[in-house]
């Protein structure tokens, strides 16, 4: 009993001397915890302040992929990410540095200082691609790696009727003469092409026209020969083709031609050149190390390079300072100007990335002999870019899948600002 009694009276001292200093005490720390100095890293401050609850309403969870581990590598909990960080991790200036069209599916792209866009991707990207003339299934350099030696060319002529030509040309020892069809035919030249509404990519059912020469021979005819198989060119058809949904974007609602899945493939100069780095250091491993690669060509690669078009981007982007920092973007906005409020942008600025990318042995294929490599860059890739993908993760991944909320044009050099952020696991 006597000592209740004193504990009652001490937390009656507690009540009333010293309640006041508690307060002040939690007070000064809450004060503490919030303030940031004048002095410290302006960008840092910006960047977090401009994406503060734009988070998918909370701060990304712990955990996940490397750069997801709070500012400079720390590890990340819920406290950090709510009171200090509020983004993944600082960016530099990023800026568009190349833009990348393949109107011609697996067909050498064009690099290109500005094109048009709408939320199908940019404009003639894999408008057309090659199909099989028995099964209908696509044809890509995965299977005839040569493909990748055909080269599109866009004419534009704003004085005809189909706005200018897509001029194909081939390898001068193949043999085969250069032809071209109409960019954009009129109704009156699709009432006289075939239509197929069954061409197959990935268990899908596309529909296409059958592209014909305005005179003979058939690009049809000149690609069969040039790929010893018969085949036909097509353009895409009318019928929509839904994008499959993502484990982000399960309801999903865009649509795409003939690229793989969605409008747009988003990569940084940052990524290549740690993929680049990676696969010097493998170059340089010996059979009993661990790291080495069975089937590389060592002595190629250890002072080698690879393209940035083997991954047939559309976008790339520099300035990130990140290696693979688009794994961790949810939204950003691309305009002409410098961006200073990304919650402002008008919707058609905004390009969504939907899931990172999950390659396959398509970037084996060098795009300047046509040859497919026995390990570079898929079994580099293998060692230390999979399980990044939750619902691929047998698959590396590199670059992200997106599509653009409008119309409009996109430009070499145009600003480039984080909108919002994805969460620890990333896109």
């Not at 592209?211 to 040039?226: E, G, M, R």
């Not at 393209?307 to 047939?312: A, G, L, N, V």
Request: proline fraction near 8%.
């Amino acid at each position: 009993m006597t000592s209740r009694l004193a504990f009652l009276d001490s937390a009656r001292y507690l009540d009333s001397s010293l309640w006041p200093a508690v307060l002040l005490v939690v007070s000064l720390l809450y004060v503490a915890w919030h303030w940031q100095p004048p002095w410290g890293d302006a960008k840092q401050r910006h960047v977090s302040t401009s994406l503060t609850g734009r988070i998918n309403g909370k701060p990304p969870a712990s955990g996940g992929s490397d750069t997801a581990n709070g500012r400079n590598g720390q590890e990340a909990n819920g406290d950090i990410w709510e009171h200090e960080v509020e983004v993944p991790f600082g960016v530099g200036e990023i800026r568009v540095s190349r833009i990348f069209v393949h109107p011609i599916k697996s067909c050498r792209g064009i690099s290109v200082p500005e094109v048009r866009y709408t939320s199908e991707g940019l404009e003639n990207d894999r408008k057309w691609c090659i199909i099989d003339a028995q099964t209908h299934a696509v044809v890509t350099a995965r299977e005839a790696s040569k493909m990748v030696l055909v080269t599109p060319r866009i004419e534009l002529d704003p004085s005809s009727p189909y706005s200018g030509e897509l001029v194909v040309t081939f390898p001068e020892d193949s043999g085969c003469e250069a032809f071209a069809v109409p960019l954009n035919p009129t109704s009156d030249v699709l009432s006289t092409w075939d239509i197929i509404p069954d061409c197959s990519m990935w268990g899908q059912l596309i529909d296409g026209y059958v592209c014909a020469h305005l005179s003979s021979p058939s690009p049809s005819s000149i690609l069969t020969n040039y790929l010893g198989r018969p085949v036909h060119l097509v353009m895409k058809g009318p019928r929509p083709r839904d994008c499959p949904p993502t484990t982000a974007f399960p309801d999903l609602k865009a649509t795409a031609v003939f690229q793989d899945g969605y409008p747009l493939l988003v990569v940084s100069e940052e990524s290549l050149q740690c993929v680049r780095e990676k696969v010097r250091e493998a170059a340089r491993k010996e059979k009993s190390e661990d790291g080495w690669i069975g089937g590389m060509d060592s002595e190629r690669w250890r002072d080698g390079e690879i393209e940035m078009e083997r991954f047939r981007p559309n976008i790339v982007l520099s300035g990130s300072g990140v290696p693979f920092a688009e794994d961790m973007w949810r939204e950003i906005v691309v305009s002409p100007a410098p961006i200073t409020d990304p919650s402002t942008a008008r919707p058609s600025q905004i390009i969504t990335l939907v899931s990172k990318c999950t390659r396959c042995l398509l970037p084996n294929v060098d795009t300047r002999a046509g040859v497919r490599d026995a390990a570079v860059p898929y079994k580099v890739l293998m060692k230390f870019r999979r399980g990044k993908d939750p619902a691929r993760m047998g698959k590396a991944c590199f670059g992200c899948n997106g599509l653009y909320s409008g119309e409009g044009v996109v430009r070499v050099g145009d600003w480039v600002a984080v909108r919002a952020w994805a969460g620890a696991g990333g896109v």
